[in-house]
């Protein structure tokens, strides 16, 4: 039997992932400067910036991998500087770069993962079918990653990244090196897991296009979130009518 990720968004909404105030300086020059955000369940919220904004540095915050200067992060309520294990074991990862071995299956990659976590084969097995078919790679289980397509790859990636049962999912630059129509797919995959599975995910971008496709924007700029809202909420305050042009001029101003 398998057991949903989460709850149906529309039955529990609340907050899964929540940082407030984060501050990150290098070398006494400051990254992240005050950077707070919230992430519902079943809620897709881009993060979107321009290189140097500060997108990489919040991610390796909330990943656990450096601890902010100053401000607090919590999974699932579970806090990040106190209980770092409770609290990175509902998050999930996809990173720009490529963990898989090459030479294995799309099973054998994914069942060492789920090795690594002890999960039991059994449990293992159902978890993996249920997540391909969920991104319609049902029949690629036995196909060796090398032979597979960018796009395929990273739609194997997500696949790893959800085995564990996370409830939040981080996307970091996920797209990079895919072509367009590889790219949507994969938004079109993540946005499915948001409103079928409850998933909770923060996509990281700089590619403006990406943008569109999430319920939420978070506008990151020199280390400062400049907008924090619905895109509609954007696109009512924007003056003109094309989206992209509206936030390169929003990356440009103090404030909106
Ligand atoms: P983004 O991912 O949006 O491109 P980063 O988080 O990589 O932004 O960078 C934010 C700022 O912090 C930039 O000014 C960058 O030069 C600086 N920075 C990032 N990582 C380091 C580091 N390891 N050492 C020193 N400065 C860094």
Redesign the pocket.
Known sequence: MTEPLAQAPDTVVHTVLKADGLH?A??G????KGVSLQVQAGEMLALL????????????LLTGLFTPDQGSIEVLGQDMRQHPARALSGLGVVFQQSALDMDLSVMANLLFHTDLHGIPRKTARERIDTQLAAIGLQDQAKAVVRSLSGGTRRKVELVRALLHRPRVLLMD?ATVGLDPASRQQLLDSVRGLCRDQGLAVLW?T?LIEEVKTADRLLL?H??TVRFDGHIDAFMAAAEGPDFQTEVLKALQKPGL
């Open positions: 990150k290098y070398n020059k400051p990254a992240l910036g321009p290189n140097g904004a500060g997108k990489s540095t919040l991610l390796q630059e990281a700089h990151l020199q280390g």
